[in-house]
């Protein structure tokens, strides 16, 4: 079936630039968002009450809880398992600031691992030396939609009795040995920020097997006030509540749950719009031997929220930057994912880190470029990244 986006059209020609990532708004959208403003509920309703449940089944999780960002769902993790300062969280390096400030909110240290320097993801051979007396938590990011070995970080977190919590702010839906990601560890935190694979604008969501820890997060997303809050001004609820925790306001509105359901119900869709720009990425550029394609292991289904290529800097005469440079002269918009945490002045003043000190992230960072890949994009549009990307190659070859 065709989807077609309320933003075709605006850009057809590459003589305007094609963004890097743009949302797949369709009319659905347009008519769920309606049908809530007519409703005179705009915040947590019935609404956001659907999307925690379709979400929970789609991912095959015993609870989802919805929430205003990934980084909310990652904070009240951090809460359900009672961090405390001076404690210290696994969290790899190659991710974005959101992973480990959640950590330091609780004056808790995040103790940095390098990556796997092929995935980006933790490297599971170098997690167990960073455990300590001190360490409460995992934390795991699937870098651009690609699941992390999650049987080697269980292994590990079960030996030492650790819960997992998975930084899923790029994998949804992706699965990992068969197995939907958001179903696999303790806690599973998706966002859906307006570049994500699933985007509301602002939004987020956590997933846990757990019925205590689903309580308490519920409570803590809404003041700290008892479970049902949001239906404290319907003819079910009562004015009377009681605060029982410091809590956060981190609570989902049902105008983002509205586009929420209607994404959701076409994610298989969506998955295969990007699957097919990344497929073809692929083969385009397996013809380049100065470009390194991102890998697509068998045993897992990628999300591809993130196409991530890696320059052979040794076979071209320009930099990383400048080739984003000439990419933006192209009209085609593109990033990079990721600083590595302990480049930015905050992690590398606080913990006293070095550039050196996580060679893999460092390499991949010197090296990568996130390509557009999303599914408003066009055979065209797909077409001019790839003649682009072969223009520079070629102007830059060793
Ligand atoms: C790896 C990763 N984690 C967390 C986040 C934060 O997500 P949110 O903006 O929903 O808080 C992002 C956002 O870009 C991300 O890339």
């Known amino acids: 079936m065709e989807y077609s986006s309320v933003f075709q059209g605006q850009r057809s020609t590459r003589s305007a630039f094609l963004p890097f990532a743009l949302p797949h708004i369709t009319q659905a959208e347009i008519d769920e968002v309606v049908d809530t403003l007519r409703s005179g509920w705009l915040t947590t309703g019935p609404k956001t009450k659907r999307f925690e449940r379709e979400f929970a089944q789609r991912v095959g999780a015993p609870h989802a809880l919805a929430v205003n960002s990934a980084t909310a769902a990652m904070h009240l993790a951090l809460d359900a398992i009672g961090l405390q300062p001076g404690d210290e969280v696994i969290v790899p390096v190659y991710t974005f600031t ?52 999650m049987d080697a970080i269980h292994a590990l977190a079960k030996a030492y009795s650790l819960p997992v919590i998975e930084d899923a702010a790029h994998a949804f839906p992706a699965k990992y040995k068969g197995r939907t990601i958001g179903a696999l560890s303790d806690f599973t935190a998706f966002s859906f920020y307006v570049t994500k694979s699933l985007a509301t604008g602002e939004g987020g969501m956590l997933t846990t097997a757990h019925s205590e820890y689903a309580e308490r997060i519920a409570m803590m997303t809404l003041h700290g006030i008892s479970r049902d809050a949001w239906k404290r001004y319907t003819s079910e609820g009562s004015w009377y509540y009681e605060v029982l925790h410091a809590g956060y306001k981190y609570n989902m509105t049902d105008i983002a749950a509205a586009i929420g359901l209607q994404q959701l119900a076409r994610s298989e869709w969506l998955l295969e719009r990007r699957r097919a720009i990344a497929r073809r990425y692929t083969e385009a550029f397996s013809h380049l031997p100065e470009l390194e394609t991102p890998p697509d292991p068998a045993h897992v289904e990628h999300a591809w929220h993130l196409y991530m290529v890696r320059l052979r800097l040794e076979r071209l005469t320009l930099t990383r930057d400048a080739f984003i ?36 992230a460092l390499g991949a960072y010197r090296r990568v470029i996130s390509l557009p890949i999303y599914p408003g994009m066009t055979d065209e549009d797909v077409e001019d990244v790839i003649a682009a990307v072969e223009r520079i190659i070629g102007a830059h070859r060793k």
Do not use: W
Request: aromatic share 8%; charged share 20%.
């Open 98 to 149: 959101a992973t480990a400030e959640v950590v330091v909110y609780f004056r808790a240290r995040p103790v940095l691992v390098d990556v796997d320097p092929v995935t980006c993801n933790i490297d599971s051979a170098q997690l167990e030396k960073h455990i300590t007396a001190r360490t409460r938590a995992i934390m795991v990011v699937h870098i651009a939609g690609l699941p992390a070995e």
């Open 325 to 360: 440079q000439a990419l933006t002269k192209a009209n085609i918009g593109s990033s990079v994912h990721f600083i590595p945490l302990h480049l930015h002045p905050f992690y590398r003043d606080m913990y006293h880190l070095a550039a050196d000190d996580f060679p893999a």
